[in-house]
């Protein structure tokens, strides 16, 4: 399993070739899809809790 670190990283070099081969719109596709994903596998393992911020 990756650390922290080694995530961002990651993610950063993702983005950084989004950005480089796709443009601007392709940087930010990636980086919105990338959130979603991100805040998907929070609610899947558990550290999210959606229903919480729902009854707001």
């Known amino acids: ?3 922290a670190a080694t995530t961002g990283l990651v993610a950063g070099m ?9 443009g ?7 980086l919105v899809l ?3 994903g991100l805040i998907g596998g929070l ?8 229903r919480t911020r729902r009854q707001r």
Request: zero cysteines; glycine letters at 16%; hydrophobic letters at 65%.
């Open 34 to 36: 990338g959130a979603v």
């Open 1 to 3: 399993m990756m650390n």
């Open 24 to 30: 601007f719109w392709a940087f930010l596709l990636v």
């Open 14 to 22: 993702a983005l950084g070739f989004a950005g480089y081969f796709g």
């Open 43 to 50: 609610a899947v393992q558990g550290d999210l809790d959606l």
